[in-house]
């Protein structure tokens, strides 16, 4: 079955520092593997999505993710954080699940910038 | 823009009073999705129409209820809310064309349930 992993529950960190969310998977056949950020009170905004080709997928507002196959992993990176991505984040796993895709998200982890 | 609008943002409803959540869309998308959230926890899929046809998740109650009029409207009803039901409900869309487009969600409707 598939699944996905957030490891943390709450990840701080400090305004232009580097901030990491891991993610880890697991998938029978290929992942495609999705970044979601969710304000409070809001829905779910896609950030980016790796499917195949490079492992260094770049998306919205600086994000980034790295894909390794080997530790099956999809970690959301950011070079400098701003307090202004405080916010829950989910890393998801696609499926297909008939005749479209379906999302297995993981759990969640809130990101906390200080300033 | 094209988006995803969900409405009520807010809605309040008593125990066991029938409650109709309503999304549309302006992407033209062919799958429409519906899922509960508790209290940032991750979101959970209830169920999602690809164009009319209706696919409801194994572990879905019976209490919730879903109809698509037409491509761009989809509602989900809840026949008699609990206080269990009490979360954000998400609409979400996708185009369908391949397994893996993205799918792109409305800002939510919060149930509270008294």
């Known amino acids: 079955a598939q699944s996905v992993a957030q490891p943390e529950d709450q990840v701080n960190v400090a305004e232009g520092n580097p901030l990491t969310v891991k993610c880890t998977y697991s998938?029978?056949?290929?992942?495609?593997l999705f970044w979601y950020v969710q304000y409070p009170n809001r829905g779910l905004q896609f950030l980016l999505k790796?499917?195949?080709?490079?492992?260094l997928v770049k998306g919205s507002y600086g994000f980034e993710a790295e894909f390794n196959k080997s530790q099956t992993s999809f970690h959301l990176k950011k070079p400098s954080a701003l307090v202004s991505d405080s916010a829950l984040y989910f890393c998801?796993?696609?499926?297909?699940?008939?005749?479209?895709?379906?999302?297995?998200f993981g759990t969640g982890t809130l990101l906390a910038v200080q300033p | 823009d094209a988006m995803v609008i969900q409405n009520p943002r807010y809605q309040v409803t008593q125990f066991g009073k029938p409650v109709t959540l309503s999304c549309s869309q302006t992407?033209?998308?062919?799958?429409m999705y519906w899922y509960q959230q508790k209290s940032s926890q991750a979101p959970k899929l209830l169920f999602h129409?690809?164009?009319?046809?209706?696919?409801n998740e194994a572990d879905t109650p019976d209490n919730f209820q879903s109809r698509r009029p037409n491509t761009s409207f989809c509602f989900l009803d809840i026949r008699s809310p609990g206080l269990g039901d009490a979360a954000m409900y998400l609409c979400?869309?996708?185009?369908?064309?391949?397994?893996?487009?993205?799918?792109?969600f409305g800002p939510g409707t919060r149930l509270t349930v008294l």
């Open positions: 992407l033209n998308h062919n799958v």
């Open positions: 129409y690809y164009d009319k046809d209706f696919n």
């Open positions: 998801a796993v696609a499926w297909y699940g008939g005749a479209t895709n379906k999302l297995i």
């Open positions: 979400a869309t996708c185009s369908g064309r391949t397994t893996t487009d993205t799918q792109y």
């Open positions: 790796y499917i195949t080709g490079d492992n």
């Open positions: 998938v029978s056949g290929n992942p495609y």
